[in-house]
Structures are given as C-alpha cells and as structure tokens.
C-alpha cells in the first residue's frame, strides 16, 4: 500500500548536486510524510503520501459543468467578467479558473470572497458526506476539493491574483475551519498563504498570528507506516526513517487470501500477535488482520558476549514454543503446452527411482540430503501420484523429482527436480484449465519452505534498532526475575541505545509492561502531549504506566533484580526489563548463506566462479589481502589466493625467465630433435621439458602460480610483450 502512496520525482532530479529538491518545502507540509523517505540516494526524492492526502481524481467529462457553477458562484460575489484590458490593477483583482482569465473582482471584496468560497466548499463537503441533507444551489456547483489561491498585491511579491483550481491530479487534504468547526479540503498553493494551526500545545512560535484553519490532528503528518511508530516523537527521527523500511520488510500477513494465491514468494510468520502498545492508526488501517510481529520479554542486559553489536540472544525455548516461526512460500508454474511440437501430459513417470531413507527428526527438521536407500530396489516414486503432480503434505528433498510428464506420442517421460538447498512441503497443487483442452498442461505447484529462526536470522522492534540473532539461550541459563521468576525472551546490549536515541523504545517497554499487567491496550501514538491541551501534562504519559506498575507490585521504573541463570547470583544492578514488539525481517541466513569447498570453475581464467546460485565462492580482493597481510597471517593467504583458487603447476626455464618458452618433447622426439638432455625426469612418462629460447632443458623448473598469471603472460606474449620472471632455485 505504502508503494502505491509515494511519489517520486523523477531521475533527473538524483543526478543533480544540489540538495534543494530533496528538501521539505511549506507546501509539502501535511502532504508528503517528513519521516517516510528512504535514506541514501533516493533520499527526499522518493516521498510518501500522508494519511489524510488525497489526490482529486480527474473528471474530464464534469470540466464544463464545475466550471460554469465556479463562475455562476462568484458572480453573486462580484464576479465582473470584462475583457482583460479594461481592468483597473490599482482597484481589480484577476481572477482565473484553472489557469483560464475569468473575469476580475473589486479588490476590498476579496478576502470576503474567499471566505464565502471556503465556507461553500465546505457546505459542499458536509452534504456530500451526508452529515447535511439540503444544500443551497449555488454551492451544488462548487466542487469541494477545490483550490482557492489568493496572492494579494506586494511590491516584488508574485503576481497578484485570485487563483482557482478545479481539475483531477491535484493533492487536497482536510483541515478545520477555526470560526465554523467545518472540514475543508485544501490544496498545497493555497496552504502556504493560509494560517493553519498546528496542535503543539502552544501558539506554533507565531504568536498573535491570526489562524484561520486548525490541523484535524498531529498524525496527519505521517504516512501509513510512519504512523504505527509507537512513540515515534520520542525517537531521533533517522531511526523512524528505519523503521519505516523495515515495516517493508517483516515477516507477517501478508495476505488473508493464502490458499488462493499463487506467490511467486511470499513468507508468513506462523505465530504473530496484535502489538499491546499501538498507535490510534493501528485499529484504523485494520491491522490486526495483518499482524506482522510478536510481544517479546526483553530485557535490556549485556549476557555473556553474545550480545555484542547488535546481536541478541533468544530464549530457546521460546523459539521452541513458536516465537518467530515462519514459512515461505514458493509457486513453481509448470506449463507443458508451451513446449513446442511435444503433446506433454502430467502422468506418473515410467521409470522408476530408489527409495527413500526414512527422515529423520521431527517436522522433517533433519530430513538427510542425499535420500536414497541404495540397498533397496528401485520404487516408484512415494510423492508423485498417477496424475504425475505430487500428494500435499508431502515432504520433498533437494534434487528429488516431484512431478512428472509424459509424451502421450512418443512415450518420453519427463521429470521436475527440486532446485535450491532446502527441504520443501508441497502446500498445494493447483491445476490451471485451459477452456477447450480437456488435457491438463498448465499446474502450480505451491512449496512451503520451514523458516524458523536460525542464528544469523535479523530482527527489529519498531524503532529501528535491528538485531541479528546470536545464540539460542536454553532457557535454564537465561537470567530470570528475582521477583516474579520471569525469564526474558530476547537480550539487547544497553549499548544499543545511547548513541541511538531511540527512546520510543524504552517507553515501550514500560508501557508494555504496564498493557501487559492490566490486560489492556496502550496507546503510543505519537504527539499525544501536544493534543492534550499544553505541555504542563508532558510527565504525565509515563506517570500512569508507572503507577500501574507500582500498583501490580513491580518497580515503577521498569527495572528489576535479575539472577544470572548460569552463576546463580542476583545482578548488582536492576536490569530494564518490560515487553517490546518484535518483527522478524526476511533477511535470513538460508537465503544467504555461502560456502564452497570446492565447485564450477571459469573455464578460460580457471577461477572459481562467483555467484551463490551457482555454487561459487566470495570474492577476496586486494583490500581482504591486505588485511590478512597485516594480520601476519600469510599462510592462510595462500590457501585462499592460489591453493584454494587456480592452484596450477607449470614449467618455467629459471635461465631467460619465460613461462611461455617451454615445452614437453616426448621421449621418441627428443632424440629426434637432435637436443642434448642433461636433466632427465623419470618420475613420469611425460618426455622431457626444453626452453624452445635457450633449446635446453637445464634450467626448466616445475613451479606452482595461479592460472590466471599463466594466462596473463599467455596474453601479454600474444601482443609481443616479454614477461620474464627471475626465479632463484
Ligand atoms: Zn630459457
């Protein structure tokens, strides 16, 4: 949703240098969200719409009829319609429609008029929402969600004018009138030369200022997800910035529709739970049938030393309870007809395979690699059925054919194999008809892939501050209350706060916590000191959740004496502890993971390939080679750089230096070559080696460098450029 609420402005504009088009501009305010914009380059450039803005749909075929109920409007307000050269600049004001010149209007009656136009659009407004019956014919023909710009005279100011806006592909947002209390929509011109007051408690560092219009409220701000921040006024806003590309990507609902859809990729968190401290925004956008977390203990405590930069640790049996389980979901769309010249069917394959070793572990947590009994004889296959689609509920192993097809002509089988690394269920088989086909050529295989967390798994609350997961803590040596034997789900490093500011978080805890203990919601949405009344009540959002505390027997300041669960003894100090939301993010090890013993190789440079998908390794440059140097650690380098690498032996004569120069003579040709041998290698059956420069085999030398410098003096020779290398035997 939050896709298709942003704006970006285009990629002319991220080329340019300067920062100004990426700044927040007056008339942006209330319509693009300050806080929803990804950080890097796209910066201020990719924007989000706000909650209340709306963008005015165009109505091309109303244009004629708003338009004459525009002007008959302002023609009872002293709309004059004479030709452009007759008005008088000193005592008219132009008046245009849509960038059209409609007529002009006696200056000293226009702020009347703009008055009674905003007062009609609201009117306009009421009854289109119903809350009035009757409406006044004149204001039937003024659309609501027009634009009323008005530029009085200023010396270098901009031209002068009264300016109307009725068309589609306009932004418009609601705010109060202060006199009439009526919902008016406006446009983002006319909202810099309005007085709009903002609900901060105090007069908005303008005061006397006479406001007009009063913003409906403090979240108007914000866009969808900027929104369910929870205390996202406490934050330092990079991190709200964070959150908001995180939300992105959690782990939850992503749909109601599962068994319908057929994703691409789609992951699901198996356990979510409504947060019990949300915004105002939370029940509004009907999140919870979109839960895309859990309720976490979490303390606040350096545990041992895996905690350390932002990795945490999770309580084990936590996780084995189900916190943060989750599942991906993959469709494989096999279409047979698109197979030219070959009447493919989905049939049970003729040919017939091993069977399978029983699987080990439960949930086919261990489900063994390579499955296949080999003492026993060939099966047919125990997923597919007759119909050549495999049975739901089936597990399926790395390589292991789950569907298959026949060629109803020529009687060739085809199979599929199932690709990647993990073990996948097959969730559902949908077979796609093709209207007057009666065969089935088309079916969507839908694989669920078990993703429950693993170290390395990352996680988030909602103010930023992700984490990776660590360790699996049993749960006997967690360190637990020494009041209530609570022990927490989840550890954080305090050291993750101080430099990050995010003290949103930390009152989520303690307004967790207190949610928690009496069994009900918190709200968290933010700016709510601003709404109520002035500042005097600021203390007042963490003095009730405080007493609450107090009142359930706990300490009002969220802390509370922990015990370690290895050693036995009591913390010398309290350790925060209270109840934090968490989100799964779907950057997870199995997708990432990368290991190579060995693999494919490039066949023209002989070094291992790059590229997870195909089994290939990481790339170590010059920058890793340096650090190793640095580390002493030479040895290792070796390994990495060239025995691990393009290992490769090959002769060289030690006298000119030249790889290129030698060459194998087998042992009949070497006579015949007329060349005297002084070193004979017996070892091998593979002739002598001579330097065709030196037409000697004395001083050829077997040595070992990687392929690639053999290669690059191959290349170098080719452009009759000499490499000669000094070698000291
Ligand atoms: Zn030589």
Redesign the pocket.
Same mark, same amino acid.
């Given at each position: 949703m939050s896709h298709f609420r942003s704006i970006h402005r285009g990629a002319y504009f991220a080329e340019l240098r300067t920062t100004a088009v990426r700044k927040l501009l007056p008339e942006s305010w209330g319509f693009m969200c300050p806080v929803h914009t990804p950080d890097g380059s796209p910066c201020g450039l990719l924007n989000h719409l706000t909650t209340s803005c709306i963008v005015v749909p165009n109505e091309a075929s109303k244009e004629d009829r708003i338009e004459i109920g525009i002007i008959n409007a302002l023609s009872m307000v002293g709309l004059v319609r004479k030709d452009i050269k007759d008005i008088d600049p000193d005592h008219d004001t132009l008046v245009q429609l849509d960038a059209k010149y409609i007529g002009s209007i006696k200056t000293r009656d226009i702020s009347s008029t703009v008055s009674y136009l905003r007062m009609m659009k609201a009117e306009k407004l009421a009854f289109e929402l119903g809350q009035k019956t009757k409406i006044d014919e004149l204001c039937q023909g003024v659309p609501h969600d027009m634009e009323i710009v008005y530029f009085p005279y200023k010396k270098g100011g901009i031209f002068p004018g009264m300016y109307l806006f009725s068309q589609g592909a306009r932004m418009v947002r609601p705010v109060r009138q202060r006199s009439s209390k009526a919902i008016e929509f406006i446009g983002t011109l006319e909202q810099s030369m309005m007085s709009i007051h903002c609900p901060d408690g105090g007069d908005g560092g303008s005061r006397g200022l006479k406001f007009t219009h009063e913003e409906l409220g403090p979240q108007q701000m914000l866009s969808v997800v900027a929104s369910l921040t929870p205390y996202s006024d406490f934050n330092q806003s990079p991190r709200n910035m964070y959150q908001c590309q995180m939300a992105k990507q959690t782990m939850g609902t992503a749909a109601q529709a599962l068994p319908h859809r057929t994703d691409n990729k789609l992951y699901r968190l198996q356990t979510p739970q409504t947060p019990i401290v949300r915004t105002q925004r939370y029940p509004i956008y009907s999140m919870d049938e979109f839960p895309n977390g859990t309720n976490a203990v979490v303390a606040v405590l350096a545990y041992t030393g895996y905690d350390m930069e932002d990795a945490m640790i999770l309580n084990k049996s936590s996780v084995e309870r189900g916190f943060a389980h989750a599942s991906l979901y993959k469709t494989e769309s096999i279409n047979l007809s698109k197979e030219k010249g070959v009447n493919m069917q989905f049939k049970s394959s003729a040919r017939k395979e091993r069977p399978r070793a029983p699987p080990k572990g439960a949930f086919g947590a261990e489900y063994p690699r390579i499955p296949v009994d080999q003492s026993k004889q060939f099966v047919e296959s125990p997923i597919i059925d007759s119909d050549g689609l495999p049975r739901v509920g089936a597990p399926v192993w790395t390589g292991e054919t789950y569907y298959s097809a026949t060629d109803t002509l020529t009687g060739k089988s085809k199979t599929g194999k199932l690709k990647g690394e993990e073990t996948a269920v097959i969730d559902q088989v949908a077979i796609v008809g093709h209207g007057k086909q009666n065969e089935i050529t088309h079916a969507n295989i839908k694989l669920r892939f078990n993703r429950n967390p693993v170290i390395g798994d990352k996680f988030s609350s909602r103010h930023g501050q992700k984490g990776v997961l660590s360790r699996l803590y049993d749960d006997v040596d967690m360190p637990f209350s020494e009041n209530s034997g609570m022990r927490p789900d989840l550890l954080i490093n305090p050291h993750a706060f101080p430099s990050r500011m995010t003290i949103g978080m930390l009152i989520e805890s303690l307004t967790g916590k207190s949610g928690a203990l009496k069994g009900s919601f918190v709200d968290s949405s933010p700016f709510q000191s601003a709404e109520k009344a002035c500042g005097t009540e600021e203390l007042s959002i963490c003095q009730e959740f405080c007493d609450a505390l107090e009142t359930a027997g706990f300490c009002k300041t969220g802390g509370e004496t922990m015990v370690c669960g290895v050693s036995g003894e009591i913390f010398q100090v309290d350790t925060y502890i209270g109840v934090v939301y968490y989100q799964r993010l779907r950057h997870m090890v199995s997708d990432k993971f990368q290991v190579r013993s060995t693999g494919p190789i490039n066949p023209l440079t002989r070094q291992p390939i790059k590229g997870r998908k195909f089994g290939g390794g990481i790339r170590f440059g010059e920058m890793e080679r340096d650090s190793l140097l640095a580390h002493g650690a030479a040895y290792l380098l070796h390994d990495r750089l060239h025995s691990c690498s393009d290992y490769h032996v090959t002769d060289i %004569? %030690?006298? !000119?230096?030249?790889l290129v =120069?030698?060459q194998n003579v087998p042992h009949s040709a070497s006579t015949a070559h007329g060349v005297h041998a002084t070193r004979v290698d017996t070892s091998s059956s593979r002739g002598r080696t001579i !330097?065709? $420069? %030196?037409? =000697?085999s004395k001083? $050829?030398e077997r040595i070992a460098v990687p392929y690639v410098f053999k290669y690059l003096v191959s290349e170098l020779a080719a452009m009759n450029i000499r490499c000669s290398l000094d070698i000291k035997v």
């Open positions: %004569c %030690c006298k !000119c230096g030249l =120069s030698t !330097c065709r $420069v %030196c037409e =000697s001083y $050829v």
